[in-house]
């Protein structure tokens, strides 16, 4: 088990080292893509600068126009020496010629352009006929011919008819005049014309699966490159890199400086939606959002730590009806938590709950209980037994079992049978991070050793009883938190936490001083024995604390033997049968 000061050492990044950095921000270069995006950047280079088998680049980003546009704006001063190809179209002879190098209307104008929606009249060009003349609208493709453009994936997917005869033109390198469907025709015959241009297509990772699976061999031949949504936080130069793009970001939106004090709340804002410390986010729209909503509160124009903090707080009040109907219902009984006593079988879990139409996640406790029985060593979920179980969850209920029947070594089927159930859950229960805290209840129903109420668990474990990470560490913490602080703090409440999670603590002020305060406790521990001593007051085997009280599993074990030993009615099977 970590030790507790190790552990208040980590409940929030410490700043302590970068304030140079921070006061000398103003000075720092913004940072290009060249530079935040090293592996995205050789990719595109060697896309745009080497001969390629295939014109088409795949990048793995949103697709939206902050990515796109960052996208086109690397691009240029990658290819800024692209050949454009000149050309019009003179009428003559009832046909549309192509005359090569002449400067006209199907000029190009642009090396790179990107379009979030663009339709095939904007992208082909479309032929507008007034009586008898004719005029020929040029379109997207020819104002980028020689150049790159931009497209989204879904763009393209809505679209098939588009998509293929963009295909076939990029990869024929001529443009042919199409009618708008198949039971149209050309009013006069038009040449084609050569098209050079290389197309990159950018979509997060469910539009390019489709992709992957609607052209297969064009996605194995294009060239890959992805966006990477974050940059590792060890040391100050990767801190200053990541100031740097912000500044970048801030110069493109035309937004206030930063004043020393708010980096370090920015950056905690941050840490907490990658809920790593050691992980900064580069997530262009998550960073926007949050720049513009402290601009709203900027003060001598300059975002300050109060203008984050505001902003915070008035996201959190907007956002938080149903965490607040969650916790009235707890703290008027409507949902049983306790946190204080003690109970046989029944544990406070820590999780999560992902309601359809909101925005974030919101930490709730919930009472996990386990009653066990004289029966034929079955294990009951209940949750997946009404299919309100997921498979995650099924998967850590079956791992927790084989733990235990491997930890007690047993010679044959144990005579009790566990059912353990979330009280008062009606929604899908998934996700193995309350495995820990059903290890601990069914440890406690089959031991008959109460379990103190005033701790909450969260943590997965594997086959050998080894606590694992789980996620969204902070708002599960602070969910029971905030019950044990309406209810006044006894000083023993807190929670049971993986260690692997405390590189993810950040946490709420009010919660970091009631934790150095010593009214409110976190424990983190790397197997089942350490919690469940934590929470029965028990050794959970003889050479834990090397004492001469019975551990919990000499306590299963024996009441396992004494059930075994005890005499059973005759017939009992043929009444089994018969029931």
């Known amino acids: 088990m970590i030790s507790n000061e190790l552990i208040w050492q980590n409940l929030a990044p410490d700043y302590e080292p970068y304030l140079n950095l921070f006061a000398a921000a103003d000075k720092l270069d913004n940072a290009t893509l060249a530079i935040i995006q090293p592996r995205l950047y050789n990719s595109l280079e060697r896309f745009l600068l080497t001969p390629t088998y295939s014109p088409f680049a795949v990048i793995k980003a949103l697709e939206c126009q902050s990515y796109l546009s960052e996208l086109a704006k690397c691009i240029k001063n990658i290819n800024s020496s692209s050949v454009a190809i000149t050309g019009d179209y003179q009428q003559s002879d009832g046909r549309f010629h192509w005359q090569a190098g002449t400067k006209g209307s199907f000029t190009p104008c642009h090396s790179a352009y990107f379009c979030n929606w663009i339709e095939m009249p904007q992208l082909f060009g479309s032929i507008h006929q007034h009586q008898n003349s004719v005029h020929l609208e040029p379109g997207l493709l020819h104002k980028i011919n020689g150049g790159v453009l931009l497209l989204s ?151 300050t730590a109060k203008s984050f903090q505001t902003a915070m707080q008035q996201r959190q009040w907007q956002h938080g009806y149903l965490a607040k109907r969650n916790l009235d219902d707890i703290l008027q009984k ?28 919101i930490g709730e406790p919930s009472r996990i209980t386990c009653v066990a029985h004289f029966g034929d060593g079955e294990f009951t979920d209940v949750e997946r037994k009404v299919e309100l179980g997921g498979n995650i969850h099924a998967k850590g209920m079956m791992i927790m079992q084989a733990y235990l029947n491997y930890e007690l070594k047993l010679e044959q089927p144990q005579p009790f049978s566990a059912s353990i159930v979330f009280e008062q859950s009606y929604n899908e229960v998934d996700g193995d991070s309350a495995s820990l805290a059903e290890l601990c209840a069914l440890i406690s129903a089959l031991s008959l050793q109460p379990i103190d109420q005033q701790i909450a668990v969260t943590g997965a474990v594997d086959q ?25 703090l006894t000083g023993q409440q807190g929670v049971i936490i993986p260690a692997a999670n405390i590189r993810h603590l950040c946490l709420k002020a009010d919660l970091i001083a009631a934790v150095k305060s010593g009214v409110f406790h976190i424990w983190s521990v790397e197997h089942v024995s350490e919690a469940i001593s934590i929470l029965t007051k028990h050794a959970y085997y003889k050479q834990q604390y090397d004492t001469n009280n019975l551990h919990l599993l000499a306590l299963i074990q024996e009441r396992i033997t004494q059930a075994n030993n005890q005499e059973r009615p005759k017939f009992m099977g043929l009444l089994k049968w018969l029931n």
Not at 344 to 358: D, E, R
Not at 475 to 487: G, P
């Open 153 to 303: 994936v879904g763009t393209l997917l809505a679209q098939p008819l588009m998509w293929q005869r963009l295909k076939q033109m990029v990869m024929q390198k001529r443009f042919e005049w199409l009618p708008a469907n198949d039971n149209q025709f050309l009013p006069y015959p038009i040449d084609s014309m050569p098209l050079d241009i290389k197309l990159i297509l950018v979509g997060d990772h469910f539009s390019l699966e489709e992709l992957e699976t609607k052209e297969p061999e064009l996605f194995s031949q294009a060239t890959y490159g992805e966006y990477e949504f974050e940059l590792n936080f060890e040391h100050s130069g990767q801190l200053s890199l990541w100031m740097q793009f912000i500044k970048q970001i801030i110069t493109d939106c035309q937004f206030p400086a930063l004043t020393t004090d708010a980096w370090p709340t920015f950056i905690t804002q941050a840490i907490r939606y990658t809920e790593d410390k050691s992980i900064l986010p580069l997530d262009r729209m998550w960073l926007i959002r949050c720049l513009a909503e402290a601009n709203q509160f900027q003060q001598d124009n300059q975002l």
């Open 464 to 488: 050998f009883g080894y606590v694992q990470p789980i996620g969204s560490i902070n708002q599960k913490i602070e969910s029971f938190f905030n019950v044990c602080f309406q209810r006044e």
């Open 334 to 361: 409507q949902v049983f938590i306790k946190t204080e006593g003690e109970m046989i079988g029944q544990i406070n879990g820590l999780s999560v709950m992902q309601y359809p139409g909101h925005p974030e996640l």
